[in-house]
């Protein structure tokens, strides 16, 4: 079993004196549930790109997290707002306002550890999964919405597909410290 902190504690933070971890994968991978699982173990805040990301932007919205996020805590910030993005039209989410930042956040996210973020992050970790797996799981997390099955399903067919072209140009599993199955316990893969 690999050890999460002694990966961490080799290397240095490279915003402000915070250390960055990038958790990537594709959509419905189980990046989420990394993210809280290694932010409640390591005591680490979480910034999701799907607050900056959407329908209508899936993967050109990296320098707003540059701006709002990197930035100011590279300026001192000791908390970081900004106001997520909207994914669906009934969908208004409220600002974060003074996010606490921590010596070890959480970036999690579809081109979390993608290169325009190289000179910012410590560690990478990808989640790799199954696209039929990721699939399902997109489609039932966003039932919610009022949407149906084949709605959803097209759109995450889309959304999967789009996400192909990040994956082809920064193939962000090839630079990660860790790799992780995410159709399995990230318990019994890693010790945090």
Not at 27 to 53: N, Q, R
Not at 135 to 156: A, H, N
Request: proline share 5%.
């Amino acid at each position: 079993m690999i050890a999460l902190q002694e990966i961490l504690a080799t290397k240095e933070p490279k915003v402000g004196s915070t250390r960055f971890i990038a958790i990537d994968g594709r959509g419905g991978s189980g990046k989420s549930t990394l993210a809280s699982l290694v932010a409640s173990k390591l005591g680490a805040e979480v910034v999701h790109t799907d607050d900056f990301a959407g329908w209508d932007n899936p993967l050109d919205w990296w320098s707003a997290v540059v701006k709002k996020v990197f930035k100011p805590i590279s300026g001192g910030a000791s908390t970081i707002s900004y106001q997520p993005a909207s994914w669906w039209e009934d969908h208004h989410p409220a600002a974060i306002e003074h996010q606490p930042v921590t010596p070890v956040m959480i970036l999690e996210g579809v081109g979390s550890a993608r290169s325009e973020f190289d000179d910012y992050l410590s560690v990478r970790i990808y989640v790799e999964t199954p696209k039929h797996i990721c699939l399902k799981r997109g489609v039932e997390r966003d039932l919610s919405t009022g949407k149906s099955v084949e709605e959803l399903t097209t759109m995450w067919e889309e959304w999967l597909d789009a996400e192909g072209d990040y994956f082809l140009r920064d193939n962000p599993k090839t630079k990660t410290d860790l790799v992780l199955d995410g159709s399995k316990s990230f318990e019994e893969q890693v010790a945090i």
